[in-house]
């Protein structure tokens, strides 16, 4: 059953949202190339240091097109006025979040793989030295994993306002903070969701405790969505 309602909200996705990934990891790797280029690769790191100045960029990335993706799937439900359709098939209510919420994770990790790609491309370019495949892969992966409690938040946010302002203004100005609040001495301000991708890095020592807590904080909200989601009237 959950097979066939991923099957049907893949064909309802809209053009955007599947290239997404593609506009994420262009995106990424565009700023990440830039800033090394520019700045970055004349300093001792040399081509290594390309690896921080994605750090500086990932969960921003990654959090917008969650933002984005969330908006515009719940959106389309609302505009159309079909929650009340989709919510009558005889499937579980919240099969049908958790659907569209494992589509969100696949975009993303579509991204992290075509961020992956392009770096690699990056590396061969300008650099004969071999690349460092540990941090090359785990670096966009773990950004991607650790943003699973933001999925489950802008979902259900995006799900509950059928108009999508709020819900955007809020996960955009989520994602521009996670620029900032990694670098936070307060861990009272790093167990904020939106801290997770950047602290989640392997240039952060300490890195797998915030995985764990990713993965932990981002399964019990998910649940927690799909509850408030199955029991939710739609008009």
Do not use: D
Not at 112 to 137: D, F, H, Q, R
Request: one cysteine or more.
């Amino acid at each position: 059953m959950m097979l066939e309602l991923m099957r049907a909200e893949g064909l309802k996705l809209k053009l955007l949202c599947r290239w997404m990934p593609v506009i994420q990891g262009i995106i990424l790797i565009s700023m990440t190339a830039l800033e090394w280029y520019l700045y970055f690769r004349q300093g001792p790191g040399g081509i290594y240091a390309g690896f921080a100045v994605m750090y500086m960029f990932l969960s921003f990335v990654f959090l917008l097109g969650i933002t984005l993706l969330a908006s515009i799937m719940a959106g389309t439900e609302h505009e159309t006025k079909a929650w009340k359709q989709l919510l009558a098939m005889p499937v579980p209510k919240a099969s049908v979040y958790l659907a569209k919420l494992v589509w969100i994770l696949v975009l993303q990790v579509c991204a992290a793989l075509i961020t992956i790609m392009g770096m690699c491309l990056i590396w061969v370019l300008y650099s004969n030295e071999p690349i460092p495949w540990g941090i090359m892969i785990l670096q966009p992966l773990f950004a991607c994993l650790s943003t699973l409690p933001m999925m489950a938040i802008q979902l259900w946010q995006s799900t509950v306002f059928s108009n999508q302002a709020l819900p955007l203004t809020l996960g955009i100005f989520g994602s521009i903070s996670s620029l900032f609040l990694a670098r936070s001495n307060s861990y009272i301000i790093q167990i904020l969701p939106w801290s997770y991708p950047a602290l989640s890095s392997p240039l952060i020592p300490g890195h797998m405790q915030w995985i764990g807590i990713s993965l932990g904080v981002g399964g019990i909200l998910s649940v927690l969505g799909a509850l408030l989601f199955a029991r939710r009237e739609f008009e």
